[in-house]
């Protein structure tokens, strides 16, 4: 099963900039996708679109085959977990169990279901002796597992992640790269980190300026040979 | 006027005081909100010249202040930077009141006297917020004050305002310490301070966006669900409850310290 | 400035309070009404945003003075009155928690000097009533300026009723008025100039009104009369309960007294009948918790003469609680920490 279909996508700000132009994508179920670009280079506008967040300006997605409008937003709200850039932003709450619990009780589950459901994903993720901890106590490395257990706890079927290891420390990146390894949802991860996609991800995407020019195995993009007589990166960028 | 940084250092303070496990603040929330209110209204409902009345009830918050192990100059600094307003109002009394009295064989303005009574006052309400919060800590403040009624938007919008306080702050403080570095000295003008918040303000709404974004993201519909709690006051609660505001009453009703004082002359003598 | 607990009777504050809580309600049945959710976080990262605002000091050009924004005028164009209040609201709540500043009875006081005020008087008098969008334009600064002096000098004024009515300090009304007024005029001067300054900075980048669609314009009127009743309320029933004399006796002592530093005498309450205030005294003695309490106090009332005596044990007796208090609480502590700190494994 398709798990994610963007066909032909095309995005343009008020002011009539353009971000993504004619984007397609497809992603299968169980597949690993890194999202490599340029700052700019609209890789968290491209995210933003799975759950509805931009809706395109031309074209068409679908999420495990529903197709993206606003009558199935909160289905595929569901079926997609996002793990933002910040977690500042994603960690709204008063304390980590509060704010795990946030996605749960929102799909409906009781309290006690919710708060169940919450401990077991703090604790996949790690941190589960931090449940009561505020979230401005808890160290950048913390914050991000919490979110990804905020995430896991709503029992998605694909993890989106913006830029999951900007900021870390050599250990916190080591720890999260080992954590995401062992998650087996389908998974896009837009990402600077080169060594991340080559650990996590079979398949990578090159955005360039809102176009994708390359698509193809990792090992081959990130060794250059797919993108020597690419006119759009400079040959020695990568 | 406290600073930047002298509040962020404050609030973490007060962040890390609160995770404290002593009994105290084991106590149901509501429990030390509703026992501090009484006392400060029963402080506050003193007459403007008694002084010895109010002494004993500083009984409270030592009380609290010790059993919850918070460190004492965290309520004296907070009452030095929170002072001001109240002196300088109250430094007219004595200015305005020149009735005598006379005390202990001197004679005294009769303004001295209420002035002392404003700045005790001062002492025990303010001790009192402080200790509370410090032994409790906002989030279970804010479940107290939805169990007593107030809206739970209004709680959520604390819960939110203490969650980002720390990080506005901090963002502040760099904005404001980058001018620094290229002002020389000068202070800051209104261009520059204007400028300054007015690129505050901006990041604020585009954070506001991106937090919203993640909550739509995470099937947000408006309301924010808090896990339910039906914890029922337990005995201890209500000793605690009954036991203090009793002892306000009396109190309030009996001058602890004349009575002290008269025993100890009576000693004397 | 912030209206503290130490100067606040229960009456007033309690008044105060019930204004203050009837306001929050109303503007949360408002906001709850609002169908886009992003008004949410909004109003707290901006609170968040202001209390910060609040701490930076910047130099009003000409007066050499340093002023600070406000906020609450600020924020009724930003965000609309209701959700304005809240967010000062919230914002009074954790200075009042934190940091000592206010109390927490002269919470609703302060959510009504700081709050209120402008959002639901100051705002829709002068600032909705007189401009309309664009929101720039030198009409718009004096507008916005007028609009931030209104409720600077409102809120002091309200500042100053509540602490006469409270009776605590000895300042009376004439005097402070000529204290705060022209203080919280300069202070206006600062504040409007930056609320006008930041907002044209950004108004140009985008329009404000838009963060918050949807939220019902009109000001709610039953608010601003359920809110003025329970003022009144609150300061009315006390002259009433007052044992003050009554307004005629009082006003001819006025007359008689030569200046503001005589001795005045308390009237006799024994010679007269027994009056309506007297009565409810009584009641009140036998009933209240609070015992020889009138709803207003003042200054004036004079220190009896036959106290003098106990006063001097109360100094004593005070001293000697305190002393007691503490000692005993610091011997417990040291006998705490050197019991855990025997404990193996700390």
Known sequence: ?238 | MVTLDSALWQLNQSNRLAEGTTWVHRLDPRTKLFTTLVFILFVASHGPLQISALIPFIVYPAFLLFNAELPLDYVIKRLFFAAPFVLFIAVFNPLIETQTVIIAGYELRQGWLSMSSILIRFVLTASAALILLASTGIPQLCTALNQFGVPQLFTRQLLLLHRYLLVLLTEGLSVYRATQLRRYGKRLTLATGANLLAQLLLRTTTRANRIHNAMLSRSFSGEIPTPETNAKLTKQDWSFIVGWCSLFFLMRHINLAIYLGQLLEGLWS | ?346
């Not at chain 3, 906001?31 to 968040?48: F, I, Q, T, Y």
Request: glycine residues 8%; neutral net charge; charged residues 15%.
């Open chain 1, 1 to 238: 099963m398709l798990t994610v279909d963007i066909d032909n996508i095309s995005y343009t700000y008020a002011d009539g900039t353009s971000a993504l132009d004619a984007v397609s994508l497809q992603v299968n179920a169980g597949e690993s996708v890194a999202i490599i670009g340029a700052n700019g280079a609209g890789k968290s506008t491209l995210l933003h679109h799975l759950n509805g967040l931009l809706t395109p300006t031309a074209g068409r997605i679908h999420i495990c085959t529903h197709p993206l409008n606003n009558k199935t937003l909160a289905e595929i709200r569901r079926l997609i977990g996002m793990v933002f850039q910040n977690p500042d932003d994603q960690l709204f709450m008063a304390n980590a169990i509060d704010d795990v619990c946030f996605g749960p009780l929102n799909l409906g589950l009781t309290s006690q279901q919710a708060l169940k459901v919450a401990r077991r994903a703090l604790d996949q993720v790690g941190v589960l002796n931090l449940q009561d901890r505020a979230p401005c106590r808890l160290s950048d490395g913390e914050k991000r597992r919490v979110a990804i257990a905020g995430v896991l706890a709503t029992s998605p079927e694909i993890l989106v992640l913006d830029e999951p290891t900007s900021g870390l420390d050599p250990w916190a990146r080591r720890q999260l790269i080992d954590l995401l390894k062992k998650l087996d949802h389908t998974r896009l991860i837009a990402t600077h980190d080169f060594d991340l996609a080559h650990d996590l991800c079979e398949r990578t995407i090159v955005l360039c300026e809102g176009k994708i020019i390359a698509d193809g195995l990792t090992a081959n993009i990130l060794t250059n040979d797919f993108l020597d007589s690419s006119p759009a990166i400079p040959a020695n960028t990568l």
């Open chain 3, 1 to 346: 400035m912030h209206m503290a607990d130490a100067l606040l009777s229960p009456a007033v504050g309690g008044g105060l309070w019930v204004a203050a809580a009837l306001t929050l309600r109303v503007s949360a049945k408002n906001l709850e009404r609002n169908e886009d959710s992003s008004h949410v976080p909004l109003m707290g990262v901006l609170a968040a945003f202001i209390f910060a605002a609040q701490m930076i000091n910047i130099t009003i050009p000409g007066t050499g003075a340093s002023g600070h924004l406000g906020g609450g005028v600020l924020l009724a164009m930003l965000l609309g009155p209701h959700a304005a209040f809240i967010v000062m609201a919230s914002i009074l709540t954790i200075q009042a928690f934190f940091f000592a500043d206010g109390g927490l009875l002269a919470l609703g006081c302060n959510m009504i000097n700081l709050g209120f005020i402008p959002a639901f008087i100051a705002y829709p008098l002068i600032y909705r009533r007189y401009t309309q969008p664009p929101s720039t334009g030198r009409k718009h600064t004096v507008i916005t300026i007028i609009t931030t002096l209104l409720a600077l000098q409102l809120g002091a004024l309200a500042v100053v009723i509540q602490t006469s009515l409270s009776g605590i300090s000895s300042l009376d009304i004439g005097h402070f008025l000529l204290l705060m007024q022209p203080i919280h005029l300069a202070i206006g001067i600062g504040e409007s100039l930056i609320t006008v300054c930041v907002f044209n900075l950004i108004a140009t980048t985008q329009r404000p009104q838009q963060q918050v669609p949807n939220q019902r314009r009109s000001v709610n009127k039953k608010v601003f009369i359920l809110a003025l009743a329970a003022i009144l309320v609150g300061g009315g029933l006390s002259p009433l309960a007052s044992n003050q004399p009554d307004g005629l006796e009082w006003s001819v002592d006025q007359a008689t007294t030569q200046s503001d530093h005589t001795l005045r005498t308390s009237p006799q309450i024994d010679s007269t009948a027994l009056t309506l205030h007297h009565q409810l005294d009584n009641a009140q003695t036998a009933l209240a918790p609070f015992p020889d309490y009138a709803f207003r106090r003042t200054a004036n009332d004079q220190h009896p003469a036959r106290n003098s005596e106990t006063a001097t044990s109360g100094l004593i007796g005070g001293g000697l609680c305190a002393l007691l208090i503490f000692t005993t609480s610091i011997f417990i502590r040291r006998k705490r920490q050197a019991a855990t700190s025997a404990q193996p494994g700390n």
